[in-house]
């Protein structure tokens, strides 16, 4: 069974750090890339990161540039959000997506035919 987990989510102050994690099971993950998504309540779902099969390319949208960092242990099965400095208008459910590497890394998520479930990440005082 082809499926991802994320981990990590949680309550955090604003300008405060979370890791999330995405761990894979059931297929090899060297051969997908890996996009982080995210929700908003009465938002569209957004693309946040998205990592190359092998980690080569990375991409950001403009919104967590410079906050968040991408990464991932292809040994492990397992993709990493670091996010830092974060704002309420991180607030959201999380979502990693895995994306057939044999295309580059796009945010749109009709590319991503395998998702986790979700994690709730919540910026607030």
């Known amino acids: 069974q082809l499926q991802l987990v994320e981990s990590g989510g949680g309550l955090v102050q604003p300008g405060g750090s979370l890791r999330l994690s995405c761990a894979a099971s059931g297929f090899t993950l060297d051969y997908y890339h890996i996009g982080w998504f995210r929700q908003a309540p009465g938002k569209e779902r957004e693309g946040v990161s998205c990592i190359s099969s092998i980690g080569t390319n990375i991409y950001y949208a403009d919104s967590v540039k410079g906050r968040f960092t991408v990464s991932r242990d292809n040994a492990k099965k397992t993709v990493y959000l670091q996010m830092n400095s974060l704002k309420p208008e991180d607030t959201a459910i999380y979502y990693c997506?895995?994306?057939?590497?044999?295309?580059?890394?796009?945010?749109?998520?009709?590319?991503?035919?395998?998702w986790g479930q979700g994690t709730q990440v919540t910026v607030s005082s």
């Open positions: 997506a895995a994306m057939v590497r044999s295309r580059q890394c796009v945010f749109s998520t009709q590319y991503y035919p395998i």
